[in-house]
Antibody, heavy 113, light 113 residues
Framework: EVQLVESGGGLVKPGSSLKLSCVASGFTFSSYGMHWIRQAPKKGLEWIAL????????YYADSVKGRFTISRDNSKNTLYLEMNSLRSEDTAMYYC??????WGQGTLVTVSS | DIVMTQSPSSLAVSAGETVTINCKSS????????????LAWYQQKPGQSPKLLIY???TRESGVPDRFIGSGSGTDFTLTISSVQAEDLADYYCQQHYSYPLTFGSGTKLEIK
C-alpha cells in the first residue's frame, strides 16, 4: 500500500525558514518524480514543485521560485521542501504527492507574527 | 501558464439527481503524439486530501464508482456524476497535467439538499 507521510509543519514568523519532509512507502520511491502541492485555508489547490526521480530536474511555481527548494534522498525514501523567506501568503496545508493517484494527508504551515 | 476555468463554483442537488461540472483550459490539453487529453478530476471531502477520480480526461481511477464519468477533449471537459449520493458531498477540482506548471481549476463545491 502506497503511503506518503508529511511532517515538519508549524507556526513560524514572516521571514523565517522551515523544512518539510515526506516519507514514502509501498512503492519504489527512487523510480518516480514527486510533487508538492499546497492549499491555503478554504482555498483551492496550488501545485508548487516537482523533482524528477533522480533529482536531475526540478520545476517550481513562480510564487515560490527562488524561495523554496525541493530535494529528495532516495536512500531514505524521503522528499523534502525547504522554505525560506516565508510570507503570510505561504500559510497552507502542504501535501506531497506521487501524481496523480497518491497524496499524503498534509502538514500545516502557518506564517504569522 | 495554462489557466483552468471551472464552473459552477457551487451547486446543491438532491440525492439521485445528475450533476455536471465544467472545466475549460486556456490551451488544448490534447497531445498530438498520442491523442490523449491530459486532464484529471479530483474529489476532496471535508478534512481529507484530494482523491483522484478521473485521469486522461475519461479514464476512471481504480475503485471509483461508475457514476463518475469524465468526458471532453481539447479545451472543454466535463465531470458528470449520475445519481448523486450523500457521500458525494465534496469539492471537485480539474487539473491539467499537460505542461508545467501544473494548474488546477478553482473548484466546485457540491452540496446535497
Amino acid at each position: 500500500e502506497v503511503q506518503l507521510v508529511e511532517s515538519g509543519g508549524g507556526l513560524v514568523k514572516p521571514g523565517s525558514s522551515l523544512k518539510l519532509s515526506c516519507v514514502a512507502s509501498g512503492f519504489t520511491f527512487s523510480s518516480y518524480g514527486m510533487h508538492w502541492i499546497r492549499q491555503a485555508p478554504k482555498k483551492g489547490l496550488e501545485w508548487i514543485a516537482l523533482i524528477y526521480y533522480d533529482s536531475s530536474n526540478k520545476y517550481y511555481a513562480d510564487s515560490v521560485k527562488g524561495r523554496f527548494t525541493i530535494s529528495r534522498d532516495n536512500s531514505k525514501n524521503t522528499l523534502y521542501l525547504e522554505m525560506n523567506s516565508l510570507r503570510s501568503e505561504d500559510t497552507a496545508m502542504y501535501y506531497c504527492a506521487k501524481f496523480p493517484s497518491y497524496w499524503g494527508q498534509g502538514t500545516l504551515v502557518t506564517v504569522s507574527s | 501558464d495554462i489557466v483552468m476555468t471551472q464552473s459552477p463554483s457551487s451547486l446543491a442537488v438532491s440525492a439521485g439527481e445528475t450533476v455536471t461540472i465544467n472545466c475549460k483550459s486556456s490551451q488544448s490539453l490534447l497531445s498530438s503524439g498520442n491523442q490523449k487529453n491530459y486532464l484529471a478530476w479530483y474529489q476532496q471531502k471535508p478534512g481529507q486530501s484530494p482523491k483522484l477520480l478521473i485521469y486522461l480526461a475519461s479514464t476512471r481511477e481504480s475503485g471509483v464508482p461508475d457514476r463518475f464519468i469524465g468526458s471532453g477533449s481539447g479545451t472543454d471537459f466535463t465531470l458528470t456524476i449520475s445519481s448523486v449520493q450523500a457521500e458525494d458531498l465534496a469539492d471537485y477540482y480539474c487539473q491539467q497535467h499537460y505542461s508545467y506548471p501544473l494548474t488546477f481549476g478553482s473548484g466546485t463545491k457540491l452540496e446535497i439538499k
